[in-house]
Each structure stands twice: as structure tokens, then as C-alpha cells.
């Protein structure tokens, strides 16, 4: 589902305009931006949790040629779905 489809989706069942559809979604992706990029987990019960996990600095291969590349630390998001929506695409 690309953005526009779920726009449409999201104002046709709440019964919005399509631009007031869009300002709502993209301040919901941009409330949980925040709180990621301040460390906080996003928990949407039913739904899931978003939250921010520390990957550690690694070594590994260039698979072209071998060569042992360094990998820096980094900041991943991760996404665990919660019960429901688990129920809900099973």
C-alpha cells in the first residue's frame, strides 16, 4: 500500500477530505519520528511497538572481493507487531 492509497483509505473511513486525511498521517509519522529520534518507544496496543535499537560496530566482507570491510555502530528502528494485529493477518 503506497502513501496515496492509504490516504484514501484513512479518509474515506473517517470520513475526511483527502487533504485533511494527509495532514493527519503525516503528523502521526511525524509524532513518531519524534519520540524515535528522542530514544522513546512508540507502543500503539493492538497494533505494535516501535522502538529504537543500538547496532554494535562490526567487521565484515566485501563480497566482491573479499576484502574485511568495518561496519560503524548505528541506530536501526524496529517494529514488533502486537497480538492483534498478529490475530489479525493470520
Known amino acids: 500500500m503506497k502513501k496515496v492509497e492509504l490516504v484514501e483509505a484513512v479518509a474515506e473511513k473517517a470520513g475526511l477530505t483527502k487533504a485533511d486525511a494527509t495532514r493527519a498521517i503525516d503528523a502521526t509519522f511525524e509524532a513518531i519520528t519524534g519520540a524515535l529520534v528522542k530514544g522513546d518507544k512508540v507502543p500503539l496496543v ?28 548505528r541506530n536501526s528502528v524496529s517494529f514488533k507487531a502486537g497480538s492483534a494485529l498478529k490475530e489479525a493477518v493470520n
Do not use: L, Q
Open 46 to 73: 493492538g497494533f505494535g511497538t516501535f522502538a529504537v535499537s543500538k547496532r554494535a560496530a562490526r567487521d565484515g566482507r566485501n563480497p566482491r572481493t573479499g576484502e574485511t570491510v568495518h561496519i560503524a555502530a
